[in-house]
């Protein structure tokens, strides 16, 4: 029984190391500074200080990969978020957008830190200083909706 479970344990020990050899990309692409969020001066410094805390390592090509983050399996979660985060939101391309798609994102930012939907759970778990308080909610939230407003008046006239 005792070398059951030894073979087993070292099986395992085994099987996680060579899994280490199969990690996925974990990069932050070029991108062009003058597109961000960031540039576009639509953003008051407290609110994009609370963004760059909770977000960009998501919605951002300026990703803080973890140590974590090197190690197969927990590597593929993480590039899984960060690869679908960019893909809905990324604030790095932010002025790329258009007007329209814009406007509906700034809802969209509105809605999910609203309803605590975003930052993932998953990422407060192991990123206490990303957490936002209900002031930090308010503060995000009436940005993006006063923006989006303010998007609408300017319907067509660019915005970004
Ligand atoms: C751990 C990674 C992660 C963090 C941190 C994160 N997001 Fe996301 N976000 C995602 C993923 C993955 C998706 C796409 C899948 C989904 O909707 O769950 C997404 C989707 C979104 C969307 C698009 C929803 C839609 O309707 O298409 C918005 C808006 C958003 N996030 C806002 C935020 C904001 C604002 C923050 C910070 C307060 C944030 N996210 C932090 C991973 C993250």
Redesign the pocket.
């Known amino acids: 029984m005792k070398r059951t479970w030894k073979t087993v344990g070292l099986g395992t020990l085994a099987a996680l190391i060579v899994i280490q050899f199969v990690r996925p990309g974990r990069t932050n692409p070029p991108f062009d500074s003058a597109l961000s969020l960031d540039s576009s001066g639509t953003v008051p410094p407290a609110v994009l200080a609370k963004?760059r805390a909770?977000?960009y390592?998501?919605?951002s090509n300026e990703t803080r990969w973890p140590w974590y983050s090197a190690i197969t399996p927990v590597n593929f979660l993480i590039a899984s978020?960060?690869n679908?985060?960019r893909r809905?939101?990324n604030f790095s391309e932010w002025r790329l957008m258009k007007p329209e798609r814009m406007q509906s994102?700034l809802g969209?930012?509105s809605d999910?830190?609203s309803s605590r939907e975003?930052?993932?759970p998953?990422?407060l778990l192991m990123h206490r200083d990303?957490h936002?308080s209900d002031a930090d909610v308010k503060l995000?939230s009436d940005w993006a909706d006063a923006r989006q407003d303010s998007m609408a008046v300017l319907t067509g006239a660019g915005g970004n």
């Open positions: 963004l909770s977000c390592d998501c919605h978020d960060v679908g985060g809905h939101m994102r969209n930012i999910e830190v975003m930052p993932l998953i990422y990303a936002l995000i």
